[in-house]
């Protein structure tokens, strides 16, 4: 399948693998290029610029086809040393950039001196706007499903997309809620060209998490994500969990009046208790809707594969066949 992002980044399948904090390790990301997608390391798991230089030195390793990098611009009072998380990017030759929270503009000379390739996240139409307008090369236009932080519009993907579709110039992908060769074919229909998945791939043999993860996450149904840190504007979906509401229930004590120091147990430093050893009540996690579709942990080439089987049986057969009649005994 050929489509604007396939070409734009130079993969094979319109698939992409969206930064996740303490998931995305080198290990995930060549995986997920092996496979053919978009592998992306989260650079800011990395604790410098020194150590990030190291991953994509080792995700180089094991793949020889294109990989990413994810950069989250956090608030400004807690920025890190971004310039030289950017020149450790471009000194280890990486081609696409990954970026999300606020807007990359400052970075945006320094990544296109470098030939890279710049896909933002965005969940509002206006912020994909100004991404096109700063020079972004693409946008990823998560919808309120979204695992991790939805923005404050809870605007679903189903309008999102054909609204994205009706303003944007830029390609785009899908992301949030994306899990099948089902998930695809809609993406592809509402007008992105390709998707991007972020809890999905937790679930598979690759992503180098605890087993426990993966489970919860096969476990899980649609129904068992929150919303948490609302009244901060800070929302963030994640998996239920006793900490979980615990922090719920300190957000409705505090009301408005509610700080980040109040839920700081809840949040601060628990994705390596959680993503490595596997202690799943230890805080609040990243998770999206979408974990009512994961019902196994293959491995990403049996993943990615499988998405474009079905997406290609899907058109074919599903679709091509409402068309020429024969769709129509079909009781699904
Ligand atoms: N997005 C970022 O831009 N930076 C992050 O550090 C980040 N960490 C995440 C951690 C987890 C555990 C999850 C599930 C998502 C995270 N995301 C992060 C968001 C994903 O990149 C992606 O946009 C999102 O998961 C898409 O929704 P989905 O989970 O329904 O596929």
Request: net charge negative; hydrophobic share 45%.
């Amino acid at each position: 399948m050929k489509t604007a992002i396939t070409e734009l980044f130079g993969i094979e399948h319109p698939i992409v693998q969206g930064g996740m904090h303490f998931v995305g390790f080198a290990d995930l990301a060549a995986a997920v290029s092996n496979a053919g997608g978009l592998g992306i390391i989260t650079g800011l798991t990395q604790r410098t610029p020194e150590l990030l230089a190291k991953e994509i030195a080792r995700c180089r390793d094991m793949t020889d086809k294109p990989f990413g990098v994810n950069l989250t611009f956090l608030p400004a009072f807690s920025a890190p040393p971004y310039p030289e998380y950017i020149a450790a990017i471009v000194e280890g030759g990486v081609k696409a950039v990954e970026t999300a929270g606020r807007s990359p503009e400052a970075y945006m000379p320094a990544l296109k001196a470098a030939g890279i390739k710049v896909i933002h996240k965005c969940t509002s139409v206006r912020h994909s706007l100004k991404a096109e307008r700063i020079g972004c090369d693409a946008v990823s236009v998560d919808g309120f499903e979204c695992g991790g932080h939805p923005g404050e519009d809870d605007i679903p993907n189903m309008i999102l997309l054909p609204r994205a579709a009706e303003e944007l110039k830029i390609p785009f992908v899908a992301s949030g809620g994306m899990a099948d060769g089902r998930s695809l074919v809609a993406a592809l229909s509402l007008g992105a060209a390709g998707m991007n998945m972020g809890t999905r791939f937790i679930a598979t043999k690759e992503a180098p998490v605890h087993q426990n993860v993966k489970n919860a996450l096969v476990a899980a149904t649609e129904l068992d994500t929150r919303l948490i840190m609302r009244s901060l504007r800070n929302t963030e979906r994640v998996l239920k969990n006793a900490n979980v509401d615990r922090l719920l229930e300190i957000e409705r004590e505090k009301g408005a009046k509610l700080t980040i120091d109040d839920i700081h147990d809840q949040v601060a430093g628990v994705y390596p208790k959680i993503m490595l050893e596997g202690q799943m009540d230890a805080g609040a996690w990243s998770c999206g809707m979408v974990a009512g579709l994961i019902h196994d942990i293959p491995s990403c080439k049996e993943l990615v594969d499988r998405i474009m089987d079905e997406a290609e049986t899907i058109i074919r057969s599903r679709l091509m066949g409402f068309l020429d009649g024969t769709g129509a005994a079909r009781k699904v």
